[in-house]
């Protein structure tokens, strides 16, 4: 009963926290990176399917698989409403998550692949940190926050704790607290723009 609890606890933050993000979106005071959020969405599948086959059980894969969907809608909205600051490190950085990710794909042993998964969207995360840094006030900071809270509650609720289950999830608390700390060290020194 307790993982349910945590499983339900992760998936209704990780509502919580993608809906600011959304509104924010269409307020156009948020502007995604279209490269973070297809990483995002292809890495947050794949957690999903890793979590059940390494055993993690279903309560587990609550909150990150409603996070997929999240991802996948802001992906497709990041090319109307998603940032022009694209720069050569951004697509040097996509490149690279998507090099990683074909050699995912032929990884064999999963420990090894939950390992690359986990590199893969920390380095997915590089143009979001970049363009977060530099416009500190384009990222709707309550969405990592929140994000980062579901996935400590994901993790609880897991019903096998391994490196296996647990790495993506505790590199999403990590990437996402780290963002966070950037945003709001950022924010203290720069103004927001006028609309």
């Not at 993000?21 to 969405?41: A, E, Q, V």
Request: charged share 10%.
């Amino acid at each position: 009963m307790i993982k349910l609890t945590f499983g339900l606890i992760a998936g209704a933050l990780a509502i919580g926290c993608f809906l600011p993000y959304l509104r924010d979106i269409f307020k156009r005071k948020t502007t995604p990176h279209t490269y973070s959020w297809l990483i995002w969405s292809i890495l947050q599948i794949t957690g999903v399917v890793a979590i059940i086959v390494g055993h993690g059980g279903y309560y587990g894969v609550l909150g990150i698989g409603i996070g997929a969907l999240f991802c996948l809608s802001i992906f497709t909205l990041s090319f109307k409403y998603g940032t022009k600051n694209i720069t050569i490190v951004d697509t040097v950085s996509f490149i690279g998550a998507l090099f990683a990710i074909f050699i995912w794909v032929f990884t064999k042993n999963p420990l090894y692949s939950v390992i690359l998964i986990s590199i893969i969207d920390f380095v997915g995360f590089i143009p979001t940190i970049r363009k977060g840094y530099e416009e500190p006030h384009t990222e709707t900071m309550s969405t990592y926050f929140m994000a980062s809270i579901s996935d400590v509650f994901a993790i609880l609720a897991l019903s096998t704790f391994s490196v296996v289950t647990t790495l993506y999830l505790g590199t999403l608390v990590f990437s996402n607290a780290l963002f966070v700390a950037i945003l709001l060290y950022r924010r203290r020194f720069t103004n927001r723009p006028l609309l």
